[in-house]
């Protein structure tokens, strides 16, 4: 398994940016898929994004499309989401995963999780 933690979180205003990176540790990131998922006070875990071990596939939910990026970078065993027009429903923790198969938007299909960063949207 790879051990995973995220930073970047933070209070920002609607319509603002955030950043958000998850470091990987591991000779192996490379060979993982890598995603984002993130859970809102009462409400379950849902997918945001996810990217191929090249990096040349992703998938996104249809709540984020054209607004979030999510992209890595091997050599540095990071992952990152870039996060724009942020809106108030997009208020959540954030947790960066890793999975071996490519097209899974299921908690279940990743095996390795962050601690999550919380990230705030105000009004």
């Known amino acids: 398994q790879v051990q995973l933690v995220e930073s970047g979180g933070g209070l920002v205003q609607a319509g603002g940016s955030l950043r958000l990176s998850c470091a990987a540790s591991?000779?192996?990131?490379?060979?993982?898929?890598m995603g984002w998922f993130r859970q809102a006070p009462g409400k379950e875990r849902e997918f945001v994004a996810a990217?191929?071990?090249?990096?040349?596939?992703?998938t996104y939910a249809d709540s984020v499309k054209d607004r979030f990026t999510i992209s890595r970078d091997n050599a540095k065993n990071t992952v990152y989401l870039q996060m724009n027009s942020l809106k108030p429903d997009d208020t959540a923790v954030y947790y960066c995963?890793?999975?071996?198969?490519?097209?899974?938007?299921?908690?279940?299909?990743?095996?390795?999780w962050g601690q999550g960063t919380q990230v705030t949207v105000s009004s």
């Open positions: 995963a890793a999975g071996v198969k490519y097209g899974g938007r299921r908690t279940a299909d990743f095996g390795s």
């Open positions: 591991g000779r192996t990131f490379s060979s993982y898929i």
């Open positions: 990217q191929s071990w090249s990096g040349v596939s992703t």
